[in-house]
C-alpha cells in the first residue's frame, strides 16, 4: 500500500500543512512539530520546501519518524508555473502533489545540512587564506602560502599586531580544515560507495558525496536541461533582432552544487578525456571562469546521463 503524503508550507513564524484534502496551520516551533505528529500517520511522505534555516528543526524532528523530502525552491517554482499561483495554502498543497509526481528520490536533511556545512567551511578557509596572503603582503613577504614562507614569517620580526593576526588565522586554518574532514567522512555514510558517479573522472570521493547529497535521486530530472537548470548552470541568452548575447549563468539553482561542479571541474580539465577535449576546444572563445563554468556544465551532463541510465561513464561515447 502506498504510504499517505502531505506537504508543508514552511515560513520564519507558521507551518501550512497540507494532508488528505484538508489544511492546517501551525506554529514553526516544538508545539507545532508536536501537533504536526498529531495528524500524520507514521511513515508518511512529507514534502517540505528548503527554505533558507526555517525547514531544518522540524526536518530534523519529523525525519525519524517520516520519509521527508526536501524540495529546492527554484523546483516548487518551475511546478507551481504550471500547476497555480503562489500562496502559503497553495504551496502546501503543490509541494504534496510534487513529491507524488517525482517518486522517493529526495535527500534525507541531515545529509543536506552536512553539505552546506561543507559548503560554508570551505568558503570560510578561502577567506581566511585570503586574509593570510594580505596579512604576508603586509609584512614585505611573498603572499604565497607554502609552509616554509609561513615559517619564516612568523620566525620573523615585524608589525606584531599583522603577525598575532598570522598566528590567529593559522589556527583557525587549522580549525576549518580539521571540520572539513569530519564532514567529508560523516557524509560517506550517507551516499552508497558503489554509486557510478564515481567512474566519472575528475569527481572523487568527496566531490561525488557532495552531489549525490544535494542531487538525491537524479530520476526526478526528465531531461539534462532541467538538472543544469537544477544546478543553475544553464546559460542565460538574450536575443535583440539578429544578435544573440550570453549573460553568463542563472545561478538560481542549487549554489552548493552549482559550486561542486566547478570544484569538480578544474580537476577534470586535467584528468577527464571528454572534459580536457572540451576544454581545448573553447578556450580561444572562453578565458577564465567562464570557460571553466562552461566545462562544469558539461561536467553536469555528463553527470546526469551516467546517473540516468545507470551507465558506467565512457570517454568514447
Same mark, same amino acid.
Given at each position: 500500500?502506498?504510504?499517505p503524503?502531505a506537504?508543508?508550507?514552511?515560513? $520564519?513564524?507558521?507551518? &501550512?500543512?497540507?494532508?488528505?484534502g484538508k489544511?492546517?496551520?501551525?506554529?514553526?516551533?516544538?508545539q507545532?512539530?508536536e501537533?504536526?505528529r498529531?495528524?500524520?500517520?507514521?511513515?508518511?511522505?512529507?514534502?517540505i520546501?528548503?527554505t533558507?534555516v526555517y525547514?531544518?528543526n *522540524?526536518?530534523? !524532528?519529523? =525525519?525519524?519518524? !517520516?520519509?521527508? %523530502?526536501? &524540495? +529546492?525552491?527554484?523546483?516548487l517554482?518551475k511546478?507551481?508555473?504550471?500547476? /497555480?499561483k503562489k500562496?502559503?495554502k497553495?504551496?502546501a498543497k503543490k509541494?504534496a502533489e510534487?513529491v507524488v509526481?517525482?517518486?522517493?528520490?529526495f535527500?534525507?536533511s541531515?545529509?543536506?545540512?552536512?553539505?552546506?556545512?561543507w559548503?560554508?567551511?570551505?568558503?570560510s578557509?578561502?577567506?581566511v587564506? =585570503? %586574509?593570510?596572503?594580505?596579512d604576508l603582503v603586509?609584512?614585505?613577504?611573498r603572499?604565497?602560502?607554502s609552509k616554509?614562507?609561513?615559517?619564516?614569517?612568523?620566525?620573523? /620580526?615585524?608589525?606584531s599586531?599583522?603577525?598575532?593576526?598570522?598566528r590567529?588565522?593559522?589556527?583557525? *586554518?587549522e580549525?576549518?580544515?580539521?571540520?572539513?574532514?569530519?564532514?567529508?567522512?560523516?557524509?560517506e555514510?550517507f551516499v552508497p $560507495? #558503489?554509486s557510478?558517479?564515481f567512474?566519472?573522472p575528475?569527481? /572523487?570521493?568527496t566531490? @561525488?558525496c557532495?552531489i549525490?547529497?544535494?542531487? /538525491?535521486d537524479?530520476r526526478?530530472f526528465?531531461?539534462?536541461?532541467?538538472?543544469?537548470?537544477y544546478? @543553475?548552470? #544553464?546559460p542565460?541568452v538574450?536575443s535583440?533582432? $539578429?544578435?544573440v548575447?550570453? %549573460?553568463? &549563468?542563472s545561478?538560481r539553482?542549487?549554489?552548493? *552544487?552549482?559550486?561542486?561542479? !566547478?570544484?569538480?571541474a578544474?580537476t577534470?580539465i586535467k584528468?577527464n578525456?571528454v572534459i580536457?577535449?572540451f !576544454?581545448e576546444e573553447?578556450?580561444?572563445?572562453l578565458k577564465g571562469?567562464k570557460? &571553466?563554468?562552461a566545462?562544469?556544465?558539461?561536467l553536469?551532463v555528463i553527470?546526469?546521463?551516467?546517473?540516468?541510465? +545507470?551507465?558506467?561513464f565512457?570517454?568514447?561515447?
Open positions: 500500500m502506498e504510504a503524503v506537504g508543508i508550507d514552511v515560513s $520564519k513564524d507558521k507551518l &501550512i500543512v497540507y494532508f488528505q489544511l492546517y496551520e501551525f506554529t514553526n516551533d516544538r507545532g512539530f501537533e504536526i498529531k495528524i500524520l500517520p507514521s511513515g508518511c511522505k512529507v514534502g520546501e528548503s533558507g525547514h531544518v *522540524l526536518a530534523k !524532528y519529523l =525525519n525519524n519518524e !517520516y520519509d521527508v %523530502r526536501i &524540495i +529546492n525552491p527554484f523546483i517554482k511546478f507551481k508555473d504550471f500547476r /497555480g500562496s502559503d497553495n504551496d509541494l510534487l509526481s517525482m517518486g522517493s528520490g535527500t534525507t541531515d545529509a543536506r545540512e552536512l553539505t552546506s556545512q559548503d560554508f567551511v570551505i568558503r578557509i578561502a577567506r587564506k =585570503n %586574509r593570510l596572503r594580505r603586509l609584512l614585505g613577504y603572499d604565497s602560502l616554509r614562507n609561513l615559517e619564516e614569517v612568523l620566525r620573523g /620580526g615585524g608589525d599586531v599583522v603577525l598575532s593576526e598570522v590567529f588565522l593559522l589556527e583557525e *586554518l580549525r576549518l580544515e580539521g571540520r572539513k574532514r569530519e564532514i567529508e567522512k560523516e557524509l555514510d $560507495k #558503489d557510478l558517479i567512474t566519472i575528475g569527481i /572523487g570521493k566531490l @561525488g557532495i549525490l547529497a544535494r542531487v /538525491g537524479v526526478r526528465s531531461d539534462k536541461k532541467r538538472f543544469v537548470a544546478c @543553475g548552470l #544553464d542565460v538574450e535583440s533582432g $539578429k544578435s548575447v550570453s %549573460r553568463g &549563468i545561478k539553482g542549487d549554489a552548493v *552544487l552549482r559550486r561542486a561542479f !566547478y570544484l569538480a578544474l577534470a584528468v578525456l580536457k577535449r !576544454y573553447h578556450k580561444g572563445r571562469k570557460l &571553466i563554468v566545462c562544469a556544465r558539461k553536469a553527470t546526469w546521463a551516467v546517473l540516468y541510465y +545507470n551507465k558506467p565512457d570517454a568514447s561515447e
